[in-house]
């Protein structure tokens, strides 16, 4: 089983940006799909990005399409999440998790195996 440990969160003005970090220990990283997903008070968890296992395919929900980056580094067990043009709609816990199919970028919370404690992101208007 990996483990997820999710950095980078903080408070931003709308327009700014922030990268959010996930880094991951225990099984071969590069095995698994990854995914950012975020939750906001009162909301389900979303998803919000998905990256397949050598990085050669990712996803993004609407909302976030042309604003957020996903990538990833196996060498250093890192996951990322660029987000610019961020809007106070963003504002939630992000979470990084781990899905044990590499190919496979699912949007739904309930197929990832692992997840990190989240980051707090809060955009202010």
């Known amino acids: 089983q990996v483990q997820l440990v999710e950095s980078g969160g903080g408070l931003v003005q709308a327009g700014g940006s922030l990268r959010l970090s996930c880094a991951a220990s225990g099984r071969a990283f590069s095995t698994y799909a990854m995914g950012w997903f975020r939750q906001a008070p009162g909301k389900e968890r979303e998803f919000v990005a998905g990256?397949?296992?050598?990085?050669?395919?990712?996803y993004y929900a609407e909302s976030v399409k042309g604003r957020f980056t996903i990538s990833r580094d196996n060498a250093k067990n890192m996951v990322y999440l660029q987000m610019v043009s961020l809007k106070p709609e963003d504002t939630a816990v992000y979470y990084c998790?781990?899905?044990?199919?590499?190919?496979?970028?699912?949007?739904?919370?309930?197929?990832?195996?692992?997840w990190g404690q989240g980051t707090q992101v809060t955009v202010s208007s």
């Open positions: 998790a781990a899905h044990r199919c590499p190919y496979t970028i699912s949007r739904a919370a309930l197929d990832y195996d692992a």
């Open positions: 990256i397949t296992w050598g990085g050669g395919t990712t």
